[in-house]
């Protein structure tokens, strides 16, 4: 479905900063202007949904999570970051493998089955998209992800 894509995740973010129990701040940082993509909403919607889960469920308290979008030529950036206990470099490429949790005995605890990302990336990659993450050790983590924006009329 054709989709005006900065509304879609104000959207997005409008329900998770309503429903949100914990004290973490929300920052947007997107464009002015329209930029539309050709994808299925639900599926996309169920992507940034797993990645802002992921990034609540790993933010200390007073935490600040940011999600920033920028046009990449003909392709639509965005990047959702938070300053939580990040993922140390060994174990980065492998968080998006189905079941696969970076810390089994803080995971536990956490909660969750290792399947967020793996799904994430197979939805991104079906709509002609890349996503892959970033993170410093005890800094924090970005997951960033471009989509193909759709080529009228942009
Ligand atoms: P599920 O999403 O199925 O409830 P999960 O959150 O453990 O479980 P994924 O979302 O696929 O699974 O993430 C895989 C692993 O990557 C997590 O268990 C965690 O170790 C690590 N991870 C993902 N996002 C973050 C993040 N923002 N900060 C720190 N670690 C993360
Ligand atoms: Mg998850």
């Known amino acids: 479905e054709r989709t005006e894509y900065v509304e879609f995740c104000q959207s997005i973010m409008d329900r998770f ?11 947007r940082y997107f464009p002015r ?48 970051s938070d300053q939580g206990v990040g993922i140390p470099k060994e174990n980065l490429p492998k ?4 079941f696969y949790r970076v810390d089994r005995a803080r995971s536990r605890k956490l909660g969750g ?3 967020g990302l793996a799904i994430a990336k197979e939805m991104i990659e079906a709509q002609g998209g890349e996503i892959w993450a970033e993170s410093d050790w005890n800094r924090g983590t970005t997951i960033h992800f471009v989509l193909p924006l759709d080529r009228r009329d942009n």
Request: glycine fraction near 8%; proline fraction near 2%.
């Open 17 to 27: 900063e309503m429903s949100k129990k914990q004290n973490i701040e929300f920052v």
């Open 113 to 115: 089955t290792g399947l």
């Open 95 to 98: 968080i998006f493998n189905r």
């Open 33 to 80: 202007g329209s930029f539309y993509v050709n994808v299925d909403r639900d599926k996309l919607t169920q992507v940034i949904d797993n990645i802002l889960s992921n990034a609540i469920k790993y933010s200390p308290e007073g935490g600040t999570i940011t999600f920033r979008i920028t046009r990449r030529g003909r392709n639509i950036r965005t990047m959702i």
